[in-house]
């Protein structure tokens, strides 16, 4: 009898290689040295305090994964490098993938331990109580690191996320922890008839006007500080939520949907921007591990669309409906009766 392919099993036995390597080249900063221009192994070593024949290594397992090219001994960006791996670049992962390299790798090795106790793993890998965002906003480096990931990996889902549903009867839009202002900015770029304002911590806000700049539709967009779960919204006939929900368990989803419901007039929608579960959680693959994150992370999970519904259901509304949009994250579109 034929033994099972082993290739899905050596894959993931590789995997965390490689997420390691990319994650040691960004904190050592090779793509923003080869942004400046190809260089050799020695060259980059001398420059990055690393030894030449280790740092050769790591180089050419980034060629390897497609980060790099090489030629005649000496190394450049690939496009995709040059892109979400260049701190300049404003489409750029770099603040996601330290974020992962810092925080989330450390807390993954503990893994097992959050399966027993079904809690974040905060205090066993780092020493210290609090929450993700105590630890995002330690400094203001790790700060601005964290915002700067979360744009560009925004960037990949809003423009899918606003177009999946129909946004057009609506005029004002408030996104609630609404970050550097990614998904108003798409939503405002998409529709030229709504004006948005992004609502966050103060902290939050003092670095998203640095990014409004880069919108067209920036004369439509305010930036309003404050905390959704303690502070009154901002009046909206649509809000909107964008990787919020999974960060909390269901009595603050209960509180914060209820008091969105009330805000809303007759008519008016929530949009949330997530990752959906199937129905009997089966997949999709990168919302299981998500969810996991959340797990390990937070007192939050992905849910499936039945999850959503019912919990907004019970806030006061009354359609809801769901689009795959083939992005990161995905769309739901919820609707308070007339």
Not at 51 to 79: F, I, T
Not at 277 to 284: H, I, V
Not at 299 to 308: A, D, F, P, V
């Amino acid at each position: 009898m034929s033994l099972p392919d082993p290739a899905p099993i050596l894959e993931l036995i590789d995997a965390f290689r490689r997420s390691k390597a990319m994650f040691t080249a960004v904190s050592m900063g090779v793509f923003e040295a080869l942004h400046e221009g190809p260089a050799g192994a020695g060259a980059l070593a001398a420059r990055l305090r690393a030894k030449d024949h280790a740092l050769e290594r790591l180089l050419d397992a980034c060629v390897g994964m497609g980060l790099l090219r090489k030629q005649d001994g000496a190394y450049a960006n690939q496009a995709v490098a040059e892109t979400y791996l260049c701190d300049h670049s404003p489409s750029s992962l770099s603040g996601y993938v330290r974020y992962s390299d810092e925080a989330l790798f450390p807390m993954w090795a503990n893994l097992a331990d959050a399966m027993r106790e079904g809690a974040d793993r905060w205090t066993q890998t780092f020493g210290w109580h609090g929450s993700l965002f105590d630890h995002f906003f330690k400094t203001e480096e790790r700060k601005r690191s964290f915002l700067r990931g979360m744009h560009g990996f925004g960037q990949l889902s809003s423009p899918a996320v606003v177009a999946a549903c129909d946004l057009t009867v609506f005029r004002r839009m408030v996104d609630l922890g609404g970050a550097t202002g990614h998904l108003a900015m798409a939503a405002c770029e998409r529709y030229p008839e709504l004006r948005a304002a992004v609502f966050d911590l103060p902290p939050v806000i003092e670095v998203a006007r640095e990014y409004l700049d880069a919108t067209a539709a920036r004369e439509r967009i305010e930036l309003t500080p404050g905390d959704f779960f303690q502070d009154d919204l901002p009046a909206a006939d649509l809000y909107s939520l964008g990787r919020i929900l999974h960060d909390w368990g269901e009595d603050k989803i209960r509180f914060l949907l209820r008091k969105i419901s009330q805000a809303l007039p007759p008519g008016g929608g929530l949009l949330i921007a997530e990752k959906l579960l199937d129905e009997d959680k089966s997949g999709p693959t990168p919302a299981q591990m998500q969810s996991l994150n959340m797990l390990i992370c937070t007192e939050g999970k992905e849910r499936t669309l039945s999850e959503y519904a019912a919990l907004l259901r019970e806030a006061g509304f009354a359609s809801v409906e769901a689009r795959r949009t083939g992005t990161p994250l995905d769309a739901v579109l919820a609707i308070k009766p007339a």
